[in-house]
Every structure is written in C-alpha cells, then in structure tokens.
C-alpha cells in the first residue's frame, strides 16, 4: 500500500503562482505513475497531468493546464509538484495526487481517469481570489 500526502495549498490572488507537494511512502517502487486531480463541489474529480515514475519523466496534461501547469518528480525524494502558474478563481478547488502501480492497457502510456488509480492523498485545498 502506497500513502500520498499533499501539501502546498493556500489562498493567493490571482495571477499568482503555487506549487503543489505529494509525498508518497510504503511501497512507492513499485510505482508506474503519478498524477493530480482537483475536485470542486458538486463536480467529478477532473484530471489534470501524469508524470511516469521511471525513465525519462514523460509527462502528459489535459487541456485545461497545459502551459500554466507543470507535473514533475523527485524519485529520491519519492516527491511528486505540481508548479501552477497564472492562477485563475476557477482553479480552485481541492487537489489531489494519485498513484498507479502498474502500465495495464498494451499501447497506453498515459493515464487520466481517475480509476486507472490505486491510491490517492487526502488533497490539499487551493483557494485563488479575484
């Protein structure tokens, strides 16, 4: 079992930046993939980018993010960040990072729906003021 502990929210102005921590502990090596996810009230958890745990730390985002956000990893320090930049009031919500154990669809390298994923944090909130 693979426990993910988020840190790094807050409230900011709009505009500014933050950068999202997730720690994992247990058995993270046997690790495929690592991704954050945000959830706001009412609304399913929406995917918003996956780093590959070994290699060279593809990475893949969904178009929502992609260019104001950056997943990246630290296999020493077993870390996962997410840096978001140019924040927005409809980003917050609650943020969460996931872990995959294992690639499970032959041609697939990239994973973005929320069963794909064994483990998750408790999430850290994100609150951007206008």
């Known amino acids: 079992q693979v426990q993910l502990v988020e840190s790094g929210g807050g409230l900011v102005q709009a505009g500014a930046s933050l950068k999202l921590s997730c720690v994992a502990s247990?058995?993270?090596?046997?690790?495929?993939?690592m991704g954050w996810f945000r959830q706001t009230p009412g609304n399913d958890r929406e995917f918003l980018a996956t780093v590959l745990w070994t290699g060279a730390a593809e990475t893949y985002y969904a178009d929502s993010v992609k260019g104001r956000f950056t997943i990246s990893r630290d296999n020493a320090k077993n870390t996962v960040y997410l840096q978001m930049n140019s924040l927005k009031p409809e980003d917050t919500a609650v943020y969460y990072c996931?872990?995959?154990?294992?690639?499970?669809?032959?041609?697939?390298?990239?994973?973005?729906?929320?069963?794909?994923?064994?483990?998750w944090g408790q999430g850290t909130q994100v609150t951007v003021s206008s």
């Open positions: 996931a872990s995959k154990r294992s690639r499970t669809e032959i041609g697939v390298y990239f994973y973005a729906r929320i069963n794909d994923y064994e483990n």
């Open positions: 247990g058995r993270s090596s046997s690790t495929y993939a």
